[in-house]
């Protein structure tokens, strides 16, 4: 029976698309640094390769023998440096095991905006990934998703006190989308046998503006939550508050200008698909671990 590798199981959306793929009775094989992480995966019949995303060596052994693959390129620790060159150094990686071995069809998440090479910050280690997977004679799908609902995780502890931090305007509105919507897209994409590389661009059922994260957690907490907006240029600042590098923190305040200014947009945006998963559903999940 064809194998299905899934990288990135123990995060947002690899354990999704693993999870989906066994549901529908396929052979998987899926990937972390840590087996004793993996244990729920053995015990729900996957293989677990014992895989660093940066090591070649690790990747051609993951890849081998199998039908297709689920890629991502993990977030890096906060402190980082040098962070689009660690990144250049996992997507080496993909690319040398990809080539090197016989799988079918890979999907790579990509992020909504990798069409631009420059003013996205952290999206731009995925415009490299783009370019240097498109050079591989096996198919690649680029599934960018737009901003993860699961982002608002970490305002939550202070919205239950009444207010929603955000740094964009309360009202204003961009695509996002939950990562078990996400996995679930990758998972059947995976299934599918491309004949040459292709974009898939994911949303979520509809654009939602701070206002309206603030409106649904009122509702959900039964407790009046309002949106605390805080100037966009104080982002950097912010993210070195919370211990990032001052390159990662400037990363992250080219991404949030890049949503405000409209410039992190879709490269296609009459056939950008829509998940079904509503706003309330993912954040109701997310109170609940809380
Ligand atoms: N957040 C957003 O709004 C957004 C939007 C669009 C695209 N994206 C992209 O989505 C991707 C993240 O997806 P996700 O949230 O599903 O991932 P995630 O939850 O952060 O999980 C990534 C996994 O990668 C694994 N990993 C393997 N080798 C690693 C290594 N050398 N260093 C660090 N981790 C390693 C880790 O698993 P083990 O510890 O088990 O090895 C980790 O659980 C990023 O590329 C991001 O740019 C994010």
């Given at each position: 029976?064809?194998?299905?590798?899934?990288?990135?199981?123990?995060?947002?959306?690899?354990?999704?698309?693993?999870?989906?793929?066994?549901d529908?009775?396929?052979k998987?094989?899926?990937?972390?640094?840590?087996?004793?992480?993996?244990?729920?995966?053995?015990?729900?019949?996957?293989?677990?390769?014992?895989?660093?995303?940066?090591?070649?060596?690790?990747?051609?052994?993951?890849?081998?023998?199998?039908?297709?693959?689920?890629?991502?390129?993990?977030?890096?620790?906060?402190?980082t440096?040098?962070?689009?060159?660690?990144?250049?150094?996992?997507?080496?990686?993909?690319?040398?095991?990809?080539g090197?071995?016989?799988?079918?069809?890979?999907?790579?998440?990509?992020?909504?905006?990798?069409?631009?090479?420059?003013?996205?910050?952290?999206?731009?280690s995925?415009?490299?990934a783009?370019q240097?997977?498109?050079?591989?004679?096996?198919?690649?799908?680029?599934?960018?998703?737009?901003?993860?609902?699961e982002?608002?995780?970490?305002?939550?502890?202070?919205?239950?006190?009444?207010?929603?931090?955000?740094?964009?305007?309360?009202?204003l509105k961009?695509?996002?989308?939950?990562?078990h919507?996400?996995?679930?897209?990758?998972?059947?994409?995976?299934l599918?046998h491309?004949?040459?590389?292709r974009?898939?661009?994911?949303?979520?059922?509809?654009?939602?503006?701070?206002?309206d994260?603030?409106?649904?957690?009122s509702?959900?907490?039964?407790?009046?939550?309002?949106?605390?907006?805080?100037?966009?240029?104080?982002?950097?600042?912010?993210f070195?508050?919370?211990?990032?590098?001052?390159?990662?923190?400037?990363?992250?305040?080219?991404?949030?200008?890049?949503?405000?200014?409209?410039?992190?947009?879709?490269?296609?945006?009459?056939?950008?698909?829509?998940?079904?998963d509503t706003?309330e559903?993912?954040?109701?999940a997310?109170?609940?671990?809380?």
């Amino acid at each position: 029976m064809a194998e299905y590798v899934v990288a990135g199981v123990t995060g947002h959306t690899g354990s999704v698309v693993a999870q989906t793929l066994l549901d529908s009775g396929r052979k998987v094989r899926v990937l972390t640094r840590d087996p004793h992480k993996a244990e729920r995966w053995k015990k729900r019949g996957a293989h677990v390769g014992q895989t660093d995303l940066s090591s070649p060596h690790d990747l051609l052994n993951a890849l081998r023998g199998t039908e297709a693959a689920y890629f991502l390129l993990p977030p890096y620790p906060p402190n980082t440096t040098s962070v689009r060159g660690k990144a250049k150094k996992m997507i080496d990686a993909m690319v040398q095991a990809i080539g090197g071995t016989d799988v079918k069809h890979v999907v790579f998440l990509s992020s909504i905006g990798a069409q631009h090479a420059d003013g996205t910050g952290p999206v731009l280690s995925l415009h490299d990934a783009e370019q240097e997977l498109k050079t591989l004679k096996t198919p690649v799908t680029f599934l960018r998703a737009c901003y993860f609902m699961e982002n608002w995780a970490p305002a939550l502890p202070d919205a239950k006190e009444g207010l929603l931090n955000t740094f964009l305007p309360a009202e204003l509105k961009w695509a996002q989308v939950a990562a078990h919507d996400i996995g679930q897209t990758a998972a059947h994409l995976l299934l599918e046998h491309p004949k040459q590389h292709r974009v898939v661009e994911l949303a979520g059922p509809e654009d939602v503006s701070p206002a309206d994260v603030a409106r649904v957690l009122s509702k959900l907490l039964e407790t009046e939550v309002e949106p605390l907006v805080e100037p966009l240029d104080q982002v950097a600042e912010a993210f070195t508050g919370m211990g990032f590098s001052p390159e990662y923190a400037a990363m992250y305040q080219h991404l949030y200008e890049a949503i405000a200014s409209g410039r992190l947009r879709w490269e296609h945006p009459e056939s950008v698909v829509r998940g079904k998963d509503t706003l309330e559903q993912a954040l109701a999940a997310m109170l609940a671990k809380l």
